[in-house]
């Protein structure tokens, strides 16, 4: 009984060994083209407050834990899309974990750049599989969560879609209720408010 314990106590190691090992291997793969889109909820200004950004951002990844790195630019301001001359880029450096991302960006602007964090998690049900086991590697698809801006001291909601040639994965649409309600009630923002989120 005690030869029995002692091989199953051993055996038990192993294989928690080996799957530990395997679970930090298969971490997913940040790769290729997304666009992040983010809702502001809260802000001290009261105009940034319901304010839709977007940006399309390029990442790159190694499996082993380098750190992520990716450089964009912005996109989209209240869902309408930004002339290419008011596009100013983006870069983000971060770390990935199993169930988990963080990133730090810097965002350029008209007059001056401002920096922000990014706290994501990749979402069960939007994943693709590639390679062979035990090698395989999990591409996640969409990844949600929150940001912080220095600009306006912005907080809320944000979200990771990936893009295949040039093209977003299917997902919900992303809904930011303060450019909903603006546009039902046919209101704008202010053309300084417009100056200032260009430092976003």
């Known amino acids: ?47 940034y407050v319901g304010l839709h950004l977007a940006w ?35 870069s983000f450096v971060g770390t990935k974990e199993i169930n988990s991302v963080s990133l730090t960006g810097r965002f350029e602007g008209a007059r001056r750049a401002s920096t922000g964090r990014f706290e994501l998690a990749p979402t069960l049900t939007r994943r693709s599989w590639t390679g062979y086991l035990p090698f395989y590697q999990r591409n996640v698809n969409v990844l949600e969560g929150t940001f912080a801006l220095t600009a306006g001291n912005s907080r809320g909601r944000a979200r990771a879609v990936r893009m295949i040639d040039g093209v977003p994965v299917e997902a919900e649409p992303f809904i930011c209720e303060g450019a909903v309600a603006a546009e039902e009630t046919q209101e704008t923002i202010p053309e300084e408010s417009l100056e200032t989120s260009d430092e976003s």
């Open 56 to 90: 399309r951002v390029f990442l790159s990844d190694d499996p082993l834990q380098a750190p992520v790195v990716g450089n964009g630019e912005k996109l989209e301001e209240a869902f309408q899309t930004i002339a290419p001359r008011g596009r100013y880029p983006v």
């Open 1 to 47: 009984m005690i030869e029995f314990i002692k091989y199953a106590s051993v055996a038990f190691t192993a294989a928690t060994a080996v799957v530990t090992g395997w679970m930090q291997y298969e971490k997913f793969r940040l790769d290729g083209e997304w666009h992040i889109d983010t809702c502001t909820e809260t802000a001290d200004f009261n105009n």
